[in-house]
């Protein structure tokens, strides 16, 4: 079973990501959410496994071959190019349109408020109905160049994606990796993505989260190759600043850092991350110090909504998460669903953070920790959004993100064993 962890890593990895695109709801509204979910999480559960029995391979790489290393840049910069390809196509088909999704109509709201020096988090009906912005400041920020330039946001994300791609790739590139491994490993990320972009276009014509998988890439490239403590302050801030479903898993691994590396790395990141947000996010705070509030009740809001449609809700029977079972299986009003579900979501996300804290505590002599990293935001992240209130197909380019980059962390590693074995060698 040990030897062979790593393919069953990347077993459930393609069973996640197939029913996430082209096998979306194959076994029905209620069993595929449950499937995606223990994927998702036997991935992690298994690499945790594993990083308690390895090593991650040495930084020092040997000088490549230059035709092993001709091959492996030029199959990184075709990979990088099918990927604006596919976007370039549907961003040619599919134009923004408020009618069909509000998402970027209202980032470029945003960032016309502020570079016109309004309010930025304020209500306004420009849409017809009305609508409080929730974005976080590295959701719609990196659009002030877009909006200056007069390019569309949409290919402003898909660049932040190539280029958190292209660090990743330089990453396993530099890598003991096999050169066979870095050619597979390459190829399917690259694999991954264009599944995702083929079965799901309208995603990335209404959206730009295709820039969110990007930090969270460029997150999980940093745990898994990096111990600065600046860099992975700076890459959490990015995360942080977009998406509030990260603060589940921050404290506990700045806890684990603290057990393995002591105050001062952690010192480091908290002052990093603190910087980014006196700077980016304070300001509108003393605008209004209720925009997180006033965000949560926005998100409640729409969840309600999306929940009390007439019709079937389209974003409650994609088969992607267990709001389903929440909406069609508990009695009770509406509000009271939603309120167990959100309950559901915190409690478990908590219990399981602390449990993968003491397990950190408990192994960490032993723990291979950058598998250890990523194993645990795979397993935290896995969680939120199966129980997420309403589960819309692009927020699942995260979780894909992070499964990337975790199966770069468990083959850039070998068994304790193994490496014995090489040194007495």
Wanted: proline letters at 4%.
């Amino acid at each position: 079973m040990i030897k062979n962890i790593k393919l069953f890593v990347v077993i459930f990895a393609i069973i996640e990501l197939l029913l996430l695109t082209c096998a979306r709801n194959f076994f029905g509204i209620f069993v595929s959410p449950v499937i995606i979910l223990l994927s998702g999480l036997l991935m992690g559960i298994l690499s945790l496994w594993y990083a308690k029995i390895s090593t991650p391979l040495p930084q020092v790489t040997k000088k490549p071959v230059k035709w092993q290393l001709f091959t492996l840049v030029v199959t990184a910069i075709v990979g990088g190019i099918t990927i604006l390809k596919l976007v370039k196509a549907v961003l040619c088909a599919i134009p923004v349109d408020v009618k069909q999704s509000d998402i970027i109509p209202l980032l470029q709201k945003m960032v016309s408020n502020f570079l016109q020096g309004k309010q930025v988090y304020k209500n306004f009906n420009d849409f017809g109905y009305d609508l409080f912005p929730t974005y976080l400041p590295a959701q719609w920020m990196p659009f002030l160049i877009a909006e200056k330039w007069k390019t569309d946001y949409r290919m402003t994300a898909t660049i932040i994606l190539l280029s958190a791609l292209t660090f990743a790739f330089y990453k396993i590139i530099k890598s003991n990796l096999l050169f066979v491994q870095k050619i597979v490993l390459i190829l399917l990320i690259c694999g991954f993505i264009d599944t995702f972009l083929m079965s799901d276009g309208f995603t990335v014509a209404v959206s730009i989260e295709q820039m969110i998988m990007g930090y969270y890439i460029f997150l999980c490239t940093v745990l898994a190759t990096s111990k600065n403590p600046f860099l992975r302050g700076a890459a959490i801030a990015l995360c942080l600043l977009s998406r509030f479903s990260f603060l589940f898993w921050l404290p506990m691994y700045l806890f684990c850092v603290f057990l393995s590396e002591g105050r001062k790395p952690v010192f480091k990141m908290i002052a990093t991350i603190s910087i980014a947000v006196l700077i980016l996010y304070v300001p509108h705070l003393l605008n209004d110090p209720y925009i997180f509030l006033k965000a949560q009740t926005a998100y409640s809001g729409a969840a309600v909504g999306e929940w009390s449609r007439a019709d079937t809700p389209p974003h409650l029977v994609n088969g992607l998460g267990l709001a389903t079972h929440f909406n069609f299986l508990l009695g009770g009003t509406t509000a009271m669903k939603i309120k167990i579900l959100q309950t559901t979501n915190v409690l478990l996300s908590i219990s399981v953070s602390g449990l993968l804290g003491m397990f950190f505590a408990k192994n960490k002599l032993q723990l291979s920790v950058p598998i250890f990293n990523i194993a645990s935001l795979k397993i935290l992240m896995t969680l939120f959004y199966s129980f997420i209130q309403v589960p819309y197909s692009y927020l699942f380019y995260v979780p894909i993100g992070i499964t990337l980059l975790l199966i770069f962390a468990v083959f850039n590693s070998t068994t304790q064993s193994n490496q014995l074995i090489v040194n007495e060698i």
